[in-house]
């Protein structure tokens, strides 16, 4: 394997302008690959402050259907405070609303706000950085304090660089004081994203409190993620027993408590199970990453079989002295598979400036996209993966030449 | 050492059938130095190639060494070729991406050795060839008598009991084609290598131990 990776290096290193060829292709096709790989990572990765996340779970769908058709929705406050928060055996649980649309006033002139309401334990599950101040507590949220937390963002909006704990906002008729300041959250974290947190409890009517559907999303975090597969478990037994809101309309109940991107996949593979359903869409994904790698890796086979004829006597020499078939295909494709991880490394590093670039061009606001050693290992297994789907059967081919006519200078 | 009874060749196409050797029966002793003449596409190459376990025979027996090598299959005739054979030729074959000794060291990669140990004994078949001081050459930085000696470092390498060698001098000069000779000479004589050599030239044929002629597929001397 040394020897062989050695004289790949040798034979690279000697043929410049194939090399050169081949890695401008391996390399533009790692780029695409590595940055597709750096958003998706950014969306569904656990991240600050979703870094618990690996342990988490939520409820945030309820599918009721009957004869006359399916309803969807988020659940409602009494929905989860019913089934989910008398989970057993969980660190915590919290609830926040799906961000709402509002807006308040600096000055006359209008500033947008996407606001939330969550319970305390919203901010045990959810680790935001606190640039300034303190979440609320349980006890705030259940005496309805006007109290907020808002993004640095929003801040700088409302108070011009102004020191803003203790600054009121006034927001859908309520005023409310700010005790907290986090950094502004990408608007691709489901649950995150927000420019500001109030207690549920200030919510103006207490009619939401017995809701069985409306806009809230329920999250579990368990002690560790071992305990994941009972926490369903448990929850499943849960919803085996929960009657349909409206038995009139509907005669079945559907709810899952998923992770975030099996929540994502969800409206793509309704009919799956939640473990199939993920596996079906992580294979969607990795067709497509297989077939944008194939036109290139056909492109890199015909070059590999063009060069056939060019080194059909160093093949015929190689089988002269004793080279077996397999030794020969090893030999090749792991010239291949060396070609590609030279590509993979050449495509990370232009993959961190078209990052920068992206993360320049703020199309979407906060969102930060980085390259970690996460990314570094996909993109290095894509880039084995290429070497080998574009390495094999030229390889194959060499190590099949008769070797008469390989020495001979044909390749029949 | 090297026995072929009733050896056959026939190459066939779809609408040809090229009877390329007939009826060949020869046998060569051990440390024999026998050259193969005849006139251009009289089965010289073909015959070599089958010594050489290049190619099979269509019909007929060949054993080498008493063991009989029909029917064997890839492995088995890679692993044959690589302990007991050595190749020079015409063209010299040497790979041109790698440097002289890498070109040297080919026979050893495929035997269980540790690189050291290959590098040592390239080293000195390069010695041996009078081409120590080209190591680390590559092959178009060489004179074509010195592409043909790091050939014949390569080809002995392995320390083979039987060298072939199709047309060693063909491409080169009368001078260069000594030297070639000599060091082949000294190999048959010192060594006790077995040489099965193809030649065109009928000087270099009578200071051998034995001439086979070729004519149109058949032996005819």
């Known amino acids: 394997m040394r020897t062989n990776l050695k004289l790949a290096l040798k034979i690279l290193g000697r043929r410049k302008f194939f090399t050169f060829i081949s890695l401008f292709g391996i390399s533009l096709t790692l780029i695409v690959l590595m940055v597709a790989t750096a958003v998706l990572d950014n969306v569904f990765a656990p991240r600050e402050p979703e870094q618990n996340f690996d342990r988490v779970l939520g409820v945030y769908n309820v599918t009721q259907t009957g004869k006359n058709g399916t309803m969807s929705m988020n659940p409602g406050f009494g929905f989860l405070d019913k089934y989910v928060r008398p989970l057993r055996g969980i660190e915590a649980f919290g609830m926040t609303t799906e961000p709402i649309s509002t807006a308040t006033y600096v000055g006359g002139a209008r500033v947008d706000v996407a606001l939330r309401r969550t319970d305390g334990g919203f901010w045990q599950i959810l680790r935001f950085r606190f640039l300034q101040g303190r979440p609320f507590t349980k006890a705030e949220d259940d005496s309805g304090a006007r109290v907020a937390v808002i993004t640095d963002e929003l801040a700088q909006k409302l108070f011009a660089g102004a020191p803003a704990l203790g600054k009121t906002i006034a927001i859908q008729g309520d005023t409310f004081r700010v005790i907290g300041v986090v950094p502004a959250v990408a608007i691709t974290r489901e649950v995150a994203w927000g420019e500001m947190w109030v207690p549920i409890g200030t919510t103006p009517s207490s009619e939401y409190r017995h809701q069985f559907t409306g806009n809230f999303i329920g999250l579990v975090m368990a002690r560790d993620r071992a305990d994941l597969p009972r926490i369903r ?104 598979v060396v070609l590609t991880l030279i590509g993979g490394i050449i495509a990370f590093a232009l993959s961190a400036a078209a990052i920068a670039a992206l993360n320049q061009a703020t199309i979407f606001p906060n969102l930060r996209f980085d390259l970690n050693l996460r990314i570094f290992g996909y993109g290095m297994l894509l880039a084995i993966v290429f070497g080998f789907l574009s390495g094999v059967y030229p390889a194959w081919r060499m190590s099949t030449l008769h070797p008469v006519n390989a020495l001979r200078g044909g390749a029949q | 050492m090297i026995k072929l009874e009733n050896v056959n060749k026939v190459y066939r196409t779809e609408r040809v059938e090229t009877l390329a050797l007939e009826n060949i029966n020869l046998d060569v002793a051990p440390g024999e130095f026998v050259s193969v003449m005849g006139p251009s596409g009289c089965g010289k190459s073909t015959l070599l190639n089958l010594i050489g376990l290049l190619d099979a025979p269509t019909k007929g027996k060949l054993s080498i060494e008493n063991t009989a090598i029909n029917g064997a299959g890839d492995g088995k005739l890679a692993r044959f070729r690589n302990e007991k054979l050595g190749f020079v030729f015409q063209s010299f074959h040497l790979v041109p991406d790698l440097r002289v000794v890498d070109n040297v060291e080919i026979p050893l990669l495929y035997r269980r050795m540790s690189g050291g140990e290959r590098r040592k004994l390239a080293t000195k ?97």
Request: aromatic share 6%; net charge neutral.
């Open chain 1, 233 to 336: 478990r448990d929850f499943d037994a849960v919803m085996a027993r929960v009657p349909v809101e409206d038995p009139k309309a509907f005669d079945t109940l559907h709810c899952h408590l998923e992770t975030t991107f099996e929540s994502f996949v969800r409206p793509f593979v309704r009919n799956a199970s939640q473990q199939n359903g993920t596996l079906i869409v992580r294979g969607v994904i990795g067709v497509l990453a297989l077939l944008f790698m194939a036109l290139p890796a056909l492109n890199l086979v015909t070059i590999n079989l063009s060069r056939i004829l060019e080194r059909s006597s160093e093949i015929g020499v190689r089988k002269a002295f004793g080279a077996p078939r397999r030794a020969l295909v090893w030999q090749f494709v792991t010239e291949n």
């Open chain 2, 125 to 221: 078949a390069l010695e041996r060839v009078g081409l120590s001081s080209r190591v680390h050459h590559f092959p178009t930085q060489l004179s074509g008598g010195q592409q043909q000696r790091a050939a014949i470092a390569r080809a002995i390498v392995g320390r083979p009991r039987i060298l072939l060698a199709d047309e060693p001098t063909g491409n080169l000069d009368s001078a260069m084609g000594e030297e070639i000779m000599s060091i082949l000479h000294d190999l048959n004589q010192n060594d006790g290598t077995t040489i099965v050599m193809v030649t065109h030239d009928e000087r270099f044929a009578r200071r051998t131990d034995r001439i086979v002629r070729l004519f149109d597929g058949r032996q005819v001397a």
